[in-house]
């Protein structure tokens, strides 16, 4: 088809409101399944992204619940400590602080996976874009062309369709006339019997 790079401003994106082309119906019916390298690697890149930030948005609420339930948990013990003098809990309230500040490492990288991924998911969009953007137009050069062809036998099959149909009414007209009109001169035996020798 054509080679010519598409060239397309990334502010379309905000400008147009395009929205994430995965989860749009239209794009997915008529680029979601298209016989595209292209396409289909930049889909499933941008696929795996936004699942990457599904699961790193569920990561972050899973780590802030359990921090909370840590937090819980050191209240609990430092009181059993403190107040009802179990000291052999002091260990266990070492585990807790521990715990928390692996945690609070975890929801930091976390956090900053989640800041940087959406930069990475409108990129991967745009290229989705372009990609779909050119295939489109390739296919419509072709798709464009194969309807002119179809047209063009369209016609050419009513134009015989018309001679077909004009030979039809011609010698069914001959024959409509010609029999009666031998009919007549010949009379029904006569008929009958050329009937039966001839057109058996």
């Known amino acids: 088809m054509f080679n010519k790079s598409i060239n397309l401003d990334e502010d379309i994106l905000l400008k147009n409101k395009i929205p994430l082309l995965i989860n749009d119906p239209t794009w997915t019916k008529l680029f979601g399944e298209a016989n595209d390298k292209s396409i289909q690697n930049t889909k499933e890149e941008l696929i795996q992204l936004v699942n990457n930030e599904s699961n790193l948005d569920m990561k972050s609420r899973e780590l802030q619940k ?25 260990e266990l309230l070492d585990e807790y602080k521990k715990r928390i500040h692996e945690i609070n490492e975890e929801i930091d990288e976390v956090t900053f996976q989640l800041e940087t ?64 009109f031998l009919h007549g001169l010949l009379g029904s035996n006569e008929m009958e019997k050329l009937d039966r020798e001839i057109l058996k």
């Open 66 to 90: 359990e921090k909370l339930n840590c937090m819980k948990m050191i209240l609990g013990v430092s009181d059993s400590v403190n107040n009802e003098n179990k000291l052999e809990n002091i």
């Open 117 to 180: 991924i959406p930069k990475s998911i409108k990129e991967s969009n745009f290229n989705l874009l372009k990609a779909t953007v050119k295939y489109g137009y390739d296919e419509l050069k072709y798709r464009e062309k194969v309807v002119n062809q179809v047209v063009g036998e369209i016609e050419s099959l009513k134009e015989k369709l018309m001679e077909l149909i004009n030979t039809k009414h011609d010698y069914e007209e001959w024959i409509n006339e010609t029999y009666p």
